[in-house]
């Protein structure tokens, strides 16, 4: 069965950098998009990008440009979201999702992982 | 950006309630427009994509219609596990954007 496993909760001074990890199994990993997304504590949801794992293709959100980064690492079937210069503001649940067809780009959501919470904080 | 507004914001339902949940765009988006469900710790989980395909595994109480600018999600007989956050999100164009979500409780 498809799981999207995800690294473990983080604490970061606000500045610092975090990186978090999204291992794939049960299923061909180059053939799909995995993006991620981002929930405030409480509050809703934001896409901030993909990642294309055949290519190593991505797109961000125009927010997030200049302070993410999305990896993979073929041998691991796994990806990663960095984000840099991290605010008390970017306190949230980041989880990566993979999309729904094979080879293609639809942006709909079809498997999670279990969410990785990053909290900032002096 | 491409808004996405949600109505009502909350509601309280009981079991075997028809429930029905409003999603508007600010822009149209065609058909372009997918539905999930959120569980307070859990992950949100695909429910209904393109305005009205039903994903696989998802009861058929679940049901989605609209286009253009004007979505509903309803929930023909309510059950006690679908008390949860709804949200919508379009799938149109960049950034992908979802609603402030619908809390349905008890």
């Known amino acids: 069965q498809v799981q999207l496993v995800q690294s473990g909760a983080e604490v970061r001074k606000p500045g610092a950098s975090v990186k978090v990890s999204c291992k794939a199994s049960g299923y061909r990993f180059t053939g799909y998009y995995i993006h991620w997304v981002r929930q405030v504590p409480g509050q809703g949801l934001e896409w901030m990008g993909w990642i294309y794992p055949n290519t190593g293709e991505t797109n961000y959100r125009q927010k997030f440009q200049g302070r993410v980064t999305m990896t993979r690492d073929l041998s691991d079937s796994t990806v990663y979201m960095e984000l840099s210069g991290l605010r008390s503001d970017d306190t949230a649940i980041f989880y990566c999702?993979?999309?729904?067809?094979?080879?293609?780009?639809?942006?709909?959501?079809?498997?999670w992982g279990q969410g990785t919470l990053v909290a900032v904080s002096s | 950006d491409i808004q996405m507004t949600q109505s009502p914001s909350s509601l309280s339902a009981s079991v075997g309630d028809r429930v029905t949940i409003t999603c508007r765009a600010s822009e149209i988006i065609r058909t372009y427009l997918n539905w999930y469900q959120q569980r307070p710790g859990k992950a949100p989980k695909l429910l209904i994509y393109e305005a009205s395909t039903l994903q696989s595994g998802v009861p058929s109480r679940f049901s989605g219609s609209g286009s253009g600018t004007d979505f509903t999600l309803t929930i023909s007989s309510l059950q006690p596990e679908d008390f949860a956050t709804y949200y919508c999100?379009?799938?149109?164009?960049?950034?992908?954007?979802f609603g402030p979500g619908t809390k349905v409780d008890i």
């Open positions: 999100q379009q799938s149109y164009t960049n950034p992908r954007t």
């Open positions: 999702a993979r999309d729904s067809v094979q080879w293609g780009l639809m942006y709909n959501f079809e498997y």
